[in-house]
């Protein structure tokens, strides 16, 4: 294990400007190994500063965030780890945008229904979204293409003016855990080590990491949950036939294949094929890795190796069983994993199961949303798959027109003064957590969140006690649909 010295920072002042060596490392000193397998880090790292907020991961909520606070006039640095925006939509090659409809009207607003449209403008998108979204009619679910959503998430953040550092993990935090404030981030990237200082902060790794190395509270899969929802490792997908391809009778045909002794796993519960452009493009969702834990490197790696063979699995089994997809190429897999669960904050409000089945709204909610709970199969007994069933189809599945809230204080980190979560890390129980990750509603967090640290910035109120009436009123004022009649200067809280 490493550590690295919280002492060690040079100011920029002391050093010049920002960079002003050249590199990470001033020197490296101090280094000792002990016989308990514990490495002491020691080094100088150069400091920049002058931000006024750093957002850890370029997802949909990150990349959200950066663009709104920067709209909104604040100076932002986006750190992200790949080489590109859009998290798991486009690294993961989760090409779909669900859901967006209550059934009656678009619940989605905002940055997201900006992006939506671009790319339907750009006819980049599913053609069922081409036809109805451009007549206005609400549509569940679209389609889109990752490339042309790369484009779009660089373009806004360039004309926003955010600063976007690719290939840049954030690696540690010089937090005061007890004044719950935190300073800067430590970077590593083909530079080396970095420390970015600034006035605000949002986590928007999927995975919580900035917050947990803040030591603020969190929950871990596998940790503090008996199970872990498995993850998938989707795939982009060519040459697919859509006049003769139907998922009618996929289900059929899995458990024909799993009679045959087809598959490696008698794994009944396939997404499958979604199409996500126009042409003949589609994407793959098909195969659960059971048993991995995304927060620990070596079962992360094993997933990756094992995703891949599925995908060539699934791809031999749609090209014998189903109709269209005789030629179907598989085109790449993701260069991320398809976590669907790992670690969530525990926030100054965790979303529960009963706000859920009650379709709770809140005064102070930044977002409506009106997914099912989608709690996929832990393992490949029957018990599993009936109880997924049951859940995601029937037992409380929001019904036409309803919808359920998501609160400001479910991107709060509890009692944290310039720390912000958004997207799938946010503060809810495990049930609502597999309701609220999908990519709109991400993007909405990360747009609430991004409008927050302005207002917090501007006025000074820190993140555990903001203004929410104010903050409504400016998401709405940015195209939010936030229907809630009665307002709240605070927040609403865990009841303790
Ligand atoms: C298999 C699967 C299928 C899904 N299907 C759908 C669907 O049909 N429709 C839908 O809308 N949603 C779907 N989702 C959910 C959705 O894609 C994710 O939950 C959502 O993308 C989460 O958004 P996020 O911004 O919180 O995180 P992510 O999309 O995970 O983005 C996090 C970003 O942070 C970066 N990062 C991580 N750690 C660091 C670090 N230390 N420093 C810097 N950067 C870092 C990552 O590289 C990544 O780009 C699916 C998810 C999975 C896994």
Same mark, same amino acid.
């Given at each position: ?68 606070? =920067? ?46 449209? =671009? ?28 490339? !042309?959503?790369?484009?779009? $998430? #660089?373009? $806004? ?18 937090? #005061? ?42 929950? !871990?899969?596998?940790? #503090?949950?008996?199970?872990?929802? @498995? ?20 289900? !059929? ?21 979604? &199409? ?32 891949? &063979?599925?995908?060539?699995?699934? =791809? ?46 809140? @005064? ?48 709060? @980190? ?23 990750? #999908? ?23 820190? !993140? ?17 649909? $936030? ?9 609403? &809280?865990?009841?303790?």
């Amino acid at each position: 294990m490493n550590e690295i010295s919280r002492r060690s920072f040079l100011t920029s002042s002391a050093l010049g400007t920002a960079g002003a060596l050249g590199g990470s490392a001033a020197h490296a000193g101090e280094n000792t190994a002990s016989s308990q397998g514990i490495y002491r880090l020691t080094r100088e790292i150069s400091v920049e500063e002058g931000f006024d907020l750093v957002v850890a991961g370029g997802g949909p909520a990150g990349a959200a965030a950066a663009i709104c606070a =920067a709209r909104l006039g604040a100076k932002v640095v986006l750190l992200e780890a790949t080489g590109s925006l859009g998290g798991m939509g486009t690294s993961a090659l989760v090409s779909l945008w669900y859901s967006l409809t209550d059934g009656i009207r678009s619940v989605v607003g905002g940055l997201i229904l900006e992006v939506i449209q =671009a790319l339907c403008r750009d006819n980049a998108a599913s053609p069922n979204a081409l036809t109805s979204f451009k007549k206005g009619n609400p549509v569940g679910a679209i389609g889109f293409q990752p490339e !042309a959503l790369k484009l779009l $998430l #660089d373009k $806004l953040c360039h004309d926003a003016g955010v600063e976007v550092r690719f290939f840049t993990r954030v690696v540690e935090a010089d937090a #005061d855990s007890r004044q719950r404030r935190l300073h800067g981030v430590i970077t590593s990237n083909v530079e080396g080590l970095r420390y970015l200082r600034a006035k605000a902060f949002i986590d928007a790794t999927g995975d919580a990491i900035l917050a947990d190395l803040c030591g603020a509270a969190a929950r !871990a899969a596998g940790r #503090d949950t008996p199970k872990i929802m @498995p993850p998938t490792l989707c795939a982009a997908l060519a040459d697919i036939d859509f006049e003769k391809f139907s998922k009618k009778n996929q289900q !059929a045909m899995v458990e024909q294949a799993i009679a045959d002794g087809f598959f490696s796993q008698a794994d009944r519960h396939v997404p499958g094929v979604i &199409r996500n452009g126009p042409g003949n493009t589609a994407m793959m969702n098909a195969g659960h890795l059971f048993h991995t834990n995304a927060l620990k490197t070596r079962s992360l790696s094993d997933a990756m190796s094992r995703g891949r &063979r599925l995908v060539q699995e699934y =791809a031999a089994f749609y090209r014998k069983y189903m109709p269209g997809c005789e030629n179907m190429q598989v085109v790449a897999t993701g260069t991320l994993l398809g976590v669907r669960e790992s670690r969530r904050i525990v926030g100054e409000y965790e979303l529960n199961h009963d706000d859920f089945k009650a379709r709770r709204h809140f @005064p102070d909610q930044i977002a409506v949303y009106c997914k099912a709970i989608d709690i996929h199969v832990y393992d490949l007994t029957p018990e599993e798959y009936k109880r997924y069933h049951e859940e995601y189809t029937k037992l409380d599945k929001p019904k036409r027109g309803e919808s359920y809230g998501l609160p400001y204080g479910i991107l709060v @980190p509890k009692g944290w003064t310039n720390l912000w979560v958004a997207g799938r890390c946010n503060s809810s129980d495990v049930k609502v957590n597999g309701a609220i990750r #999908d990519q709109p509603a991400c993007s909405m967090m990360g747009q609430a969140a991004g409008t927050a640290v302005v207002q917090s910035l501007r006025t000074g109120q820190p !993140a555990c006690d903001l203004d929410t009436a104010k903050l409504v009123e400016t998401l709405r004022a940015s195209g939010a649909y $936030l229907p809630q009649t009665e307002l709240s200067k605070t927040m609403t &809280r865990a009841k303790v």
